[in-house]
């Protein structure tokens, strides 16, 4: 059994920063294939950044490129995504996943991953 726990999400105005931490316990680690998801209503779920191996291994999706950070930290079992020079359009719910086993493919494609956390939310107002 695998569990994935977001947490750190909020309400910021744009140009401000949060950082969302993900909790991973049971049958996985933060060094397994890891990403950041996130939805805005009415629109489907788009892959914001993933990590593999703790790091040596991270990919984002051009819109944040610059601004979004991924780390994981392997003794706490966590990975984050620190979010700097928010934007309107980054508002959404955020979710974590983790993809084990691990698989090939696009890491930002959603069916890649198997166990997903239950969201925290982002609102960036103007």
């Known amino acids: 059994q695998v569990h994935v726990v977001e947490s750190g999400g909020g309400s910021v105005q744009a140009g401000g920063s949060l950082t969302l931490s993900c909790s991973v316990s049971g049958y996985a680690s933060s060094r397994d294939r890891m990403a950041w998801f996130r939805q805005a209503p009415g629109k489907e779920r788009e892959g914001v950044a993933s990590i593999y191996n703790g790091g040596s291994s991270t990919f984002y999706v051009d819109s944040v490129k610059g601004r979004f950070t991924i780390s994981g930290d392997s003794a706490k079992n966590t990975v984050y995504l620190q979010m700097n020079s928010l934007k309107p359009e980054d508002t959404g719910m955020y979710y974590c996943?983790?993809?084990?086993?691990?698989?090939?493919?696009?890491?930002?494609?959603?069916?890649?991953?198997?166990?997903w956390g239950q969201g925290t939310q982002v609102t960036v107002s103007s």
């Open positions: 996943a983790a993809a084990i086993p691990r698989r090939s493919g696009y890491v930002l494609n959603p069916t890649l991953y198997n166990y």
